[in-house]
């Protein structure tokens, strides 16, 4: 009926204003260009039951329409945005049969809604369609679902009043905002109490329409009859009062407008005699700005009016049909209480509708597949998992963390150091062990043998000093593996320092000691008195070592190591100890250089010396190594910034390859010779040695 009177109306350019054209095809401003609508559009209610559905994470839905036009075109519009949401609808049902087998059409619909295992079905039609609908799931004793229902049917008094409605589950929907009308309600009740038609409430209408053409009535009146209390109360609830407010704002609309054109300051002073043509009242509808029963009546851009939509929940009151509000519904938001629901679920909880076919860990349903339903699952790619609470997505790992393709959920970086799992590791292990094995023997060799000539002359006191120094040196090979700590890092290489230091200390005043005793002690026999007296052996062990240890000490104090975590890769950190200022291991390292080269100069000084006391090509090997092995890698420290796992194992060979240094250049040959060539090992080979020295020396001076 609004087409046809809008056509005719639009033909003589005659303004139309409607309070219950919903219709999207209204929207059309060429068809129905002077088509004013005091309620919103049908799309404004496709928004808000999907708004709905998405406050409750429903991702899976089946929908039901009858076959009228308006209603397939309400489908298309909602199949469409809920497609656009991530919103599956799994089934869509069509009620456009005629009654003879519309019947069988329902009871099709129905099982193909329960074929397709959704929770929620959102139901759109008439009033009598959506009857007969919900009598065929009470037939076929469907129950615990949620319908939703749009405004033609949500407050249906005929849908409500089917037996056992309730049992199907659980009925939201949308309606119109409601506004009352104090002063409608005063004259519904002067009507129904000027009626004399008892207990015949369902006609009062016509009934006092008639009256009031034909006779009035009195108080007095023998024929009358008030309602009770609760039938006007169920009068006043009834879906017809919905729409007062919009006629009554319709009236007041055209009022506002033919204010504006006339220019009515107040109703006195309106220019009443003025005529203007049909269209000038349309621009003035585009202009009405006013409050009623404060509510903004300003119509759009598409020339329609939208003050929002109540959510509602079925309920019954003393077995009475009773739609409560829980919520609301405007352009922006939707407020829902939904603690107010009663759910028709085992546990009464919210019920689930999600996707029948259950994605693996770590996958999502494919964006590409939504409009078909096929509920397909994909992976997420590395560095990404899905988003529990939105399982269409995939959403990226936090910073510092990853995740491999497929993956549930994201995992910090492993964190790694060197372990006896790394086969280096292993190798380094073994070999420290043999270097600690072998030093021990040593050890015990030269303790049973302390009193021979070999002994002795590998610096008796001093040779268990140097002995000690090295297994210390060894020892701190055992900080390198396992989980580091700040106080290990700390300690590590200051202990090989000072205990290396100690040895090469011992080491060259060795060698200084035989050069002077066998060169210089008759040139200079009131130093070597001295150094006898006051110990100069011990003396310069003892300063050598006290400046290193100094230098460790400011090498701490200044810029000490410290834990450190190497990002190897985004699945891996490494930690290691980062040995602080480049500066601090390098004036450590090289006071040690300095000792090594010292150690060098005297052996080499010393080379023509007995057979038994000249180590210069021994000697000589064990310096060069420390000096290649420690120089190869401050080169490499130095190129790659001290990081990585290499740097670290590489290290822990340095440490060992400057023991085995002098393991096997020092101390091996002089226990080969106490255990295998005893005879060497006594003191007259000892003279014989020095005699032909001496001999030789004589000789060379002739």
Known sequence: MTVLISRVLTFYRLPQISYSAKDEQFTDKNLFPLLFRMVPNENHQIYGILSLIQAFDWRWVSTVGSGTKSSQKAMQTLAAEASARNICISYQGVMMANDEILKLQLQQIVRNVVKAKTNISIVYGEEDVVYKFFKTVIELNVTGKVWIAPETWVLSDLVASIPDIGATGTVLGLTIKPIKLPQFTRFVERTIHCSTLSNRSCQFLLEAEKLGETESCSQSS???HSLPQESLADILKSSTWHWSFYTYAAVYALAQALHLRLECDDIEACRADE?????????MLYQVNFLLQNNTIKFSSQQDLFLGYDVLTWTWANGKFDPKTIGNFSSKNLNIASSEIRWATPDGQVPQSTCITMC????????????????????CLEGTYPNHTNLDACIPCPSGTWAPRKSSQCFAPAVTFLDMKDTIISALVILTI???FLLCSCLLVFAGHWQTPVVKAAGGKLAFVMLGSLVSCCTTTSLFIGRPTSFTCLIRQPIFAISFTLCVSCLLVRSFQIIFI???ACKFPMIHKYWIRYRGTYFFVTLSSGVQGLLCFLWLFFSPPSLHADVINKKEIFLRCSEGHFLGLGFV???ITLLCGACFVFAFWGRNLPKNYSEARLQTVSMLVFLMAWGSFMLIYTTTEGKGKQISALQMFTVQTSVYAVLCTFFLPKCYVILFKPQTNTVAHFQTCIQAYTTTTRHSAK
């Open 222 to 224: 023998d024929e009358h």
């Open 275 to 283: 005529e203007f043509e049909p269209w000038q009242l349309s621009e």
């Open 360 to 379: 693996d860990e770590g996958q999502i349903w494919s964006k590409q597949t939504l409009d078909e339903c096929a509920c397909r699952c994909e992976d």
């Open 434 to 436: 043999v270097d600690f």
């Open 518 to 520: 066998f060169k210089m």
């Open 589 to 591: 390292l090289t006071y």
